[in-house]
């Protein structure tokens, strides 16, 4: 099994350029979602998603768009990206939420490295 | 704003020492985990503990949770040079859906 899947690995863009992180899993998960990592701010939650068709915002949504049209993919667009946008940027999934009993542990990608210049 | 505050961001000791890092959070939650980032890795899941359960053990890993508290705490016993990562708490929280949010981390270096 391949689990989470990110490409590209390291990307530089340049101000107000678009461009799209894409991951993917293997896992039949239903919930995967985006965080980004920057220095002395842990992981943040950029967007996710509880299913197909289904995305919500998370703690930092603006600037970025995601959709869910399978459950094996869920892409980050970067519309314009910024400066502010540089940062390490991880897919994460794991199996439907089982609520208080359950155990909503996180498969990890290998993360995506994104420079805007 | 984050969920989990990590105490200490830094931590350097020996090996065959033992190494302790603590975890601060804000509301109620379902469960607590602890992740471990290797440099330039992704997050690998090390060990959940749910809100009813007071200390759970996992190999070298014991983590404590004191909920009356908001606090967590894992121990690595004789710790290895390969225990050298960055360790993060994530909380898992009542009516969230299922988002887990993670706090700042704690940076471990075990010198040989």
């Known amino acids: 099994n391949a689990g989470v899947t990110q490409t590209p690995k390291f990307q530089v863009l340049k101000t107000g350029q678009s461009m799209t992180l894409q991951c993917a899993q293997d896992m039949n998960h239903e919930y995967m979602s985006w965080y980004r990592q920057d220095p002395g701010m842990g992981l943040r939650l950029i967007h996710y998603?509880?299913?197909?068709?289904?995305?919500d915002q998370g703690e930092v949504p603006n600037g970025y768009n995601v959709s869910r049209s399978t459950t094996e993919d869920f892409p980050l667009r970067l519309l314009s990206a910024a400066p502010s946008q540089t940062s390490v940027y991880f897919c994460?999934?794991?199996?439907?939420?089982?609520?208080?009993?359950?155990?909503?542990?996180?498969?990890f990608g290998a993360g995506s490295r994104l420079t805007v210049l | 704003s984050q969920q989990g505050e990590e105490d200490p961001q830094a931590l350097s000791i020996q090996e065959g020492e033992n190494a302790t890092m603590n975890c601060s959070y804000k509301t109620s939650i379902n469960n607590l985990q602890w992740y471990r980032q290797n440099s330039g890795r992704g997050l690998v899941h090390l060990i959940l503990?749910?809100?009813?359960?007071r200390e759970k053990h996992s190999g070298r890993l014991r983590v404590t949770l004191d909920t009356s508290k908001k606090s967590s705490s894992l121990l690595i016993t004789a710790s290895r040079a390969a225990d050298t990562a960055s360790y993060f708490c994530?909380?898992?929280?009542?009516?969230?859906?299922?988002?887990?949010?993670f706090g700042q981390g704690t940076e471990l270096s075990v010198k040989p």
């Open positions: 998603s509880v299913g197909a068709g289904i995305t």
């Open positions: 994460a999934s794991r199996e439907k939420d089982r609520g208080i009993s359950g155990a909503n542990v996180l498969t």
């Open positions: 503990i749910r809100s009813n359960e």
């Open positions: 994530a909380t898992d929280t009542y009516n969230q859906g299922g988002k887990l949010i």
